[in-house]
Nanobody, 123 residues
Framework: QVQLVESGGGLVQAGGSLRLSCVASGRTFSTYVMGWFRQAPGKEREFVAGISLSGSGTYYVDSVKGRFTISRDNAKNTVYLEMSSLKAEDTAAYYC????????????????WGQGTQVTVSS
C-alpha cells in the first residue's frame, strides 16, 4: 500500500475554485491508479474522479463534469483535483485514494486512503 496525504481544502464562496493535492509516499506511485472520493455529513461516500496510470485517461461523476479536473504528476508523486464553479452541494470531506487495479473508471478496489481534507462552499 501507499501512504497518502491530502492538502488544499478550505472555505470558499459558491462559484469559487480550489485545488486539492495528494502526495504519495514510496517510489511506485506511477503503478497506482489514483482517485478522489468525497463524503458529506449524512450522505453516502461518492466516487468523484479517477485517473489512469499515465494520466491520459480520466473519469468523473456526472455532477462534477466540466467543473473538476483530475491530474497527476508522476515525477512528484502527486495527484491533483482542480475544482471550479463550486457549489454548496460540493461541500464534503475529500479523500485521495489509490489502487493497483487498472480500471480508473471504477470506484471499486481502492485499498489506500488519505486522511481527508474538508471543502466547505458557502452559498
Amino acid at each position: 500500500q501507499v501512504q497518502l496525504v491530502e492538502s488544499g481544502g478550505g472555505l470558499v464562496q459558491a462559484g469559487g475554485s480550489l485545488r486539492l493535492s495528494c502526495v504519495a509516499s514510496g517510489r511506485t506511485f506511477s503503478t497506482y491508479v489514483m482517485g478522489w472520493f468525497r463524503q458529506a455529513p449524512g450522505k453516502e461516500r461518492e466516487f468523484v474522479a479517477g485517473i489512469s496510470l499515465s494520466g491520459s485517461g480520466t473519469y468523473y461523476v456526472d455532477s462534477v463534469k466540466g467543473r473538476f479536473t483530475i491530474s497527476r504528476d508522476n515525477a512528484k508523486n502527486t495527484v491533483y483535483l482542480e475544482m471550479s464553479s463550486l457549489k454548496a452541494e460540493d461541500t464534503a470531506a475529500y479523500y485521495c485514494v489509490a489502487k493497483s487495479d487498472s480500471n480508473y473508471r471504477s470506484s471499486r478496489l481502492y485499498t489506500s486512503w488519505g486522511q481527508g481534507t474538508q471543502v466547505t462552499v458557502s452559498s
